[in-house]
């Protein structure tokens, strides 16, 4: 499914007119994104956990050369499903 089609379903589902659905898809998506700039975790009960982890530094290897190149420290994003979604998606 890609943002169109998810904003078409949430149209249909809550009544709304396609454009007002997409300014609400957007809207969640800015304040999610904007929850995890700041470095916070957006937690949906029942659907899942955003957060943003750490990733330490390390060394890895150029699969080409076999040189080794250094791979520095980065933040992730991580979703992590909640038991409802689970619950769904393995009945």
């Known amino acids: 499914m890609n943002k169109q089609e998810?904003?078409?379903?949430v149209a249909e589902l809550s009544g709304l007119s396609k454009a007002n659905a997409d300014t609400a898809v957007a809207a969640l998506f800015d304040a999610i994104t904007d929850a995890l700039k700041q470095g916070e975790e957006v937690?949906?009960?029942?659907?899942?956990?955003?957060?943003?982890?750490?990733?330490?530094?390390?060394?890895g290897r150029n699969p080409r050369t076999g040189e080794t190149i250094a791979i520095a420290a980065a933040k992730a994003?991580?979703?992590?499903?909640?038991?409802?979604?689970k619950d769904t998606v393995n009945p």
Do not use: D, I
């Open 6 to 9: 998810l904003v078409n379903k």
């Open 43 to 59: 937690r949906m009960v029942g659907f899942g956990t955003f957060s943003v982890s750490q990733r330490a530094a390390k060394e």
């Open 77 to 85: 994003v991580k979703f992590t499903a909640g038991k409802g979604l």
